[in-house]
């Protein structure tokens, strides 16, 4: 390889191509606009037609599911009346579904009444649905053993779930 017979220039050292001047058109910036638009409006739609999918999800899945015990809600002074009513009902039988009702209470114990630690909760099999019909459930509150008492206010089988004692 031979050495470069001139010398380098100091304003170019090394060769450069030439280029033509850059082509540029006027209004360049409508294009992106219209675009970043575009691409929001699509975004907008895609996000519309999920939230239709989500919404329509639970309905089907709420439709489809059999009815739980709602929850309660806390009742509006603390005092020692009974708290608000919930639905524990095996239709068929017209009696109390057991499992529920013990959930039911657990979750009227903590809920309503702000109770901690509650466990164990067993309420009798086989409560028949009879209106003022009163029966107790045994709880367990941290350590103490403690007896709650259920009453049946319709014979839908709503029930009150009062205070431990």
């Given amino acids: 390889m031979t050495a470069p017979t001139r010398p380098p220039r100091a304003s170019q050292p090394y060769p450069v191509a030439d280029h033509p001047e850059a082509e540029t058109t006027d209004g360049g910036w409508i294009s992106v606009f219209v675009a970043a638009l575009v691409g929001a409006v699509v975004i907008a739609i895609a996000g519309v037609i999920a939230g239709l999918v989500v919404v329509n999800l639970r309905e089907s899945t709420v439709a489809d599911s059999p009815a739980r015990t709602p929850a309660a809600s806390a009742p509006l002074a ?56 009163t029966f107790d459930c045994l709880v367990k509150v941290g350590s103490t053993q403690k007896s709650v008492a259920v009453t049946i206010t319709d014979s839908d089988g709503t029930y009150e779930v009062g205070r431990p004692h």
Avoid: K, M, N
């Avoid at 919930?86 to 009444?113: E, F, H, K, T, W």
């Fill in 78 to 133: 603390q005092t020692s009346a009974p708290a608000a009513p919930v639905r524990a009902v095996d239709p068929p039988a017209q009696q109390l579904d057991q499992v529920d009702l013990q959930r039911g209470v657990q979750l009227v114990l903590v809920d309503s009444y702000g109770v901690d630690d509650v466990r164990d909760v067993r309420c009798p099999a086989g409560q028949a649905v009879i209106v003022g019909a």
